[in-house]
Nanobody, 121 residues
Framework: QVQLVESGGGLVQAGGSLRLSCAASGRTFSGYTMGWFRQAPGKERDFVGLIDRGSGTAYADSVKGRFTVSRDNAENTVYLQMNSLKAEDTAVYYC???????????????WGQGTQVTVSS
């Protein structure tokens, strides 16, 4: 398994931007699909976006056009660039690693501890 540590969360006004980072340990980082998920209080953990080992990407409809997932295999890091943030984007954001190309949380076996993103309206 790979160990994951997220950073970059914080408080931002609506319309602003944040970039989350997720640093991974392990030499096999480049072989994983890396996903971003989020969980608001009282809600389920939802898929946000992913990048596969070929750098193909997929996004939830709610963030398409506003969020971008990228990866730097040399740095073992995956990023989530979030633009045009809305109050409804407020959640704890998690990165996760999977051997599958999947948006299902159950297919991701390694998870970070999460980072809080709060968007004020």
């Amino acid at each position: 398994q790979v160990q994951l540590v997220e950073s970059g969360g914080g408080l931002v006004q609506a319309g602003g931007s944040l970039r989350l980072s997720c640093a991974a340990s392990g030499r096999t980082f480049s072989g994983y699909t890396m996903g971003w998920f989020r969980q608001a209080p009282g809600k389920e953990r939802d898929f946000v976006g992913l990048i596969d080992r070929g750098s193909g990407t997929a996004y939830a409809d709610s963030v398409k056009g506003r969020f971008t997932v990228s990866r730097d295999n040399a740095e073992n890091t995956v990023y989530l660039q979030m633009n045009s943030l809305k109050a409804e984007d407020t959640a704890v954001y998690y990165c996760a690693a999977s051997i599958y190309v999947s948006a299902a949380p159950t297919d991701f076996k390694s998870w970070g501890q999460g980072t809080q993103v709060t968007v004020s309206s």
